[in-house]
């Protein structure tokens, strides 16, 4: 092991994201994801492996990671870094399969279905959810719940799922657009937070189950339940829009400043990038509309159509540097995003620091 590696280990945050594993060559080799990054990191040069983890442990140069917010978000940036670099040793989603999402499809019926493709048709579209049982079993309460359209549009016969309370029956009677949109808006509602008064009123029934010692109903709505939660874990490495944005985040520390950014492409953050520059006593703010006047100017980077920055920045003086849609979020998964930015430039900035400390001992 290398002492930059060894180096990096101690320096190792404590909490969830994504590492990316390099070869000598600068390849990267494996994308992982970890509840904590320092433990999973770590456990590779530590103990005993299989085959395949010794060959890795073996080939790896140098070493990065990214911090996330939340272990979801880890499993869903996992998925688009393993999708972009394709890594010779992950072996798990470098086909197309990707993370189901949850969708109200674009007819004069729609029905509610599981899909593996966020299309850009005019369905709507929510998740993408990584743990896919989770998922099925949320869409099952909500076809109790609120069901829609089971059976082909084509039917004039009750189905099945209809006498079963599963489908809103327009096989079986004249079905106003009025209560279809109700049923759709309450669906909606559910992914927009409604989902915590669901919640509530199922672990009600869960209790009264279990006080009339039903206790294999109370077992099953506890199970909804749980998958409920995980399903709708909050998330911000992807967005259900197809607008490319840029997601800034910087830091300083003795006239040296790195800056994060996420790129952001169809709604799915694909690839970040960090970078030094000295700024001496310039201040900040400053230093990083002249970055950015760099990096879209004489850097030759394509302009997104929207740029997300800190609220550090002076925002009329960015507009005048930069011919995109500047954005400085207030509240909302936007503001999480340029915060989660500028965490992980600070982290990479500590990480620079302490490595050009070590190379002056």
């Not at 904590?36 to 085959?51: C, D, I």
């Not at 949320?138 to 829609?148: A, G, I, N, Q």
């Amino acid at each position: 092991m290398n002492t930059v590696i060894l180096h990096k280990l101690s320096l190792l945050p404590e909490e969830p994201g994504c590492y990316l594993m390099k070869s000598r060559e600068g390849e990267i080799i494996y994308v992982g994801k970890a509840k904590k990054l320092k433990n999973r990191v770590r456990s590779y040069f530590t103990g005993s492996h299989n085959v395949k983890t010794t060959q890795l442990a073996g080939e790896i140069s140098d070493l990065e990671w990214i911090v996330t917010a939340t272990n979801k978000e880890a499993l869903v940036l996992e998925m688009n870094l393993i999708k972009q670099y394709r890594p010779k040793y992950n072996m798990m989603l470098k086909d197309d399969k990707s993370y189901p999402f949850i969708k109200i499809t674009d007819e004069q019926h729609p029905q509610l279905i599981l899909t593996r493709e966020a299309g850009r048709d005019k369905g709507k579209y929510f998740g993408p959810f990584p743990n896919a049982r989770a998922a099925a079993e949320t869409k099952k309460v909500l076809d109790r719940l609120y069901p829609l359209r089971r059976c082909p549009e084509s039917s004039t016969r009750p189905c099945l799922y209809y006498q079963l309370g599963l489908c809103i029956g327009t096989c079986a009677r004249e079905v106003g657009e009025e209560e279809y949109k109700e049923q759709i808006r309450k669906i909606v509602r559910f992914f927009h937070g409604g989902y915590r008064e669901v919640l509530k009123d199922m672990k009600k029934e869960m209790n009264q189950a279990a006080t009339q010692l039903d206790f294999e109903k109370a077992e099953q709505l506890k199970e909804q339940i749980m998958q409920i939660e995980v399903t709708m874990e909050h998330q911000n490495i992807v967005l259900n829009d197809p607008i490319s944005r840029d997601i800034f985040g910087f830091a300083v520390q003795g006239g040296l400043m790195c800056v994060h950014v996420f790129y952001m492409r169809d709604g799915r953050i694909m690839e970040r990038e960090v970078m030094f520059r000295p700024i001496g006593s310039k201040e900040p703010g400053r230093a990083f509309l002249g970055f950015l006047q760099h990096f879209y100017g004489n850097g030759g980077n394509a302009l997104p159509k929207e740029m997300l920055l800190p609220a550090a920045v002076g925002k009329e003086a960015a507009e005048m540097c930069i011919s995109a849609r500047i954005v400085q979020p207030k509240r909302g998964q936007k503001k999480e995003m340029v915060q989660l930015a500028t965490k992980n430039a600070r982290i990479a900035l500590e990480e620079k620091v302490s490595l050009m400390e070590l190379e002056t001992v």
